[in-house]
């Protein structure tokens, strides 16, 4: 049987269109010098933020690492885990959720794995009666139907991973709600977090609950002045939520554990108890410590099906930038046969992000059948050639 493939259509505009605004925009190499000149954790922080936003994700984590934020397995720990037995984490978290009306997942930044593996349970949690989905990374009270999103309703929506997540949520029927704060200390954070929750849940009790929270709000023993949303929760309102927990991740820990040679999809681990196991010290344990094999920047399960020749690629490094024709077309009232070019105040977000930093790397996505136009970002910020893609399988 001959194969098919998909069709792909390349149309290079000849128009080449100033870039009006290029909000928050950072390459690798410049991330590097910025570094150079302020190697403060403060800098590394942000850094991290700017390789999320280019989907960047093992750079993100190198920032983290230089943040004081690290994540690897000591011999001892990785000793200790490979006496336990260890599972899928899907389908046996599933029995637990269908017993709770709460469950509430931190979400690391620089790594997805989290989100996207979160994303793929909706579907299972709405069919178990979850209707609400609680985000810290929120800038409005409130997001509930289908619509295109913007960094304007949250900054984090820029990150490709935790954008997939909600807009799948939004398409179930899912509200999405903030659990945002813009209070620094920890004690006004937490208040501000449990108090957000409180006030939206009195007038939502027709449905489950899924939160994502920082680490510190995971927390269910702080101790001393200081409290999180999971203790105020499960502590003082005695509500019975499951907690699952993200903190280690092969790709910190690869070249050196043997407990990771055993993770190839996301797992958790039972203990000789038959415990699940929850984490190494008591005050950050969680119901599920979750596991996730190596993040390179793609899901496994993604498979390629598009492929941009590196000679149309002008100058190194570039910052492809993906949109989605149905959104500009949805938003903006584009017509491509007259416009040649995305005016780049659009609030509409890219669908995928790629730095290119040399002719030898190759550019490759997953698109879906449909029309995307590609903008092409150079260090000048001033030259941005658009291409048109048509994928028709």
């Not at 922080?45 to 943040?67: C, G, H, V």
């Not at 584009?334 to 659009?346: A, E, I």
């Not at 890219?350 to 030898?360: A, D, G, L, Q």
């Not at 000048?380 to 658009?386: F, I, Q, V």
Request: charged share 20%; proline share 4%; with cysteine.
């Amino acid at each position: 049987m001959q194969k098919s493939f998909p069709i792909f259509l390349f149309l290079l505009l000849a128009v080449q269109t100033k870039a009006q605004v290029w909000k928050d925009v950072v390459f690798s190499t410049e991330m590097e010098q910025k570094y150079e000149e302020d190697s403060s954790a403060s800098e590394a922080f942000s850094l991290m933020y700017y390789a999320i936003y280019n989907s960047d994700y093992p750079t993100a984590e190198k920032w983290a690492k230089n943040a004081g934020d690290s994540h690897g397995l000591s011999t001892q720990q990785d000793s200790l885990l490979q006496t336990m037995n260890v599972f899928s984490a899907k389908d046996s978290l599933l029995k637990y959720t269908r017993s709770h009306e709460f469950v509430i997942a931190n979400d690391p930044l620089q790594n997805p794995s989290q989100r996207i593996f979160l994303t793929k349970l909706l579907p299972e949690l709405w069919a178990q009666g979850y209707r609400y989905l609680g985000l810290k990374n929120l800038a409005v009270d409130t997001l509930k139907g289908k619509q295109v999103l913007t960094d304007s309703m949250g900054v984090f929506l820029r990150d490709y991973y935790f954008r997939k997540l909600v807009t799948t949520a939004l398409n179930l029927g899912f509200t999405c709600f903030s659990l945002s704060s813009n209070a620094t200390d920890y004690a006004s954070i937490s208040k501000d977090c449990y108090d957000k929750f409180c006030a939206f849940q009195q007038l939502h009790t027709d449905g489950k609950y899924l939160l994502l929270v920082d680490d510190y709000q995971l927390l269910q023993q702080t101790g001393g002045q200081f409290t999180s949303l999971t203790e105020e929760l499960c502590r003082v309102d005695a509500v019975q939520a499951l907690t699952l927990k993200s903190e280690f991740w092969k790709s910190d820990s690869a070249d050196t554990s043997l407990f990771f040679q055993k993770i190839n999809a996301p797992s958790y681990l039972v203990q000789q108890d038959s415990i699940p196991f929850g984490g190494f010290q008591e005050t950050t344990r969680a119901d599920f410590q979750l596991f996730y094999p190596y993040f390179a920047g793609v899901p496994e399960d993604e498979n390629f099906n598009f492929t941009l020749p590196s000679s149309r690629i002008f100058e190194f490094p570039c910052l492809i930038y993906v949109y989605n024709n149905a959104d500009l077309d949805s938003t903006l009232r584009f017509n491509y046969n007259k416009v040649q070019h995305v005016d780049m105040n659009t609030p509409i977000l890219p669908m995928k992000v790629m730095e290119i930093t040399n002719k030898h790397e190759p550019i490759r996505f997953h698109l879906s059948k449909g029309q995307y136009t590609l903008l092409f970002l150079y260090v000048e910020r001033d030259l941005t050639p658009t291409l048109n893609v048509i994928i028709t399988k």
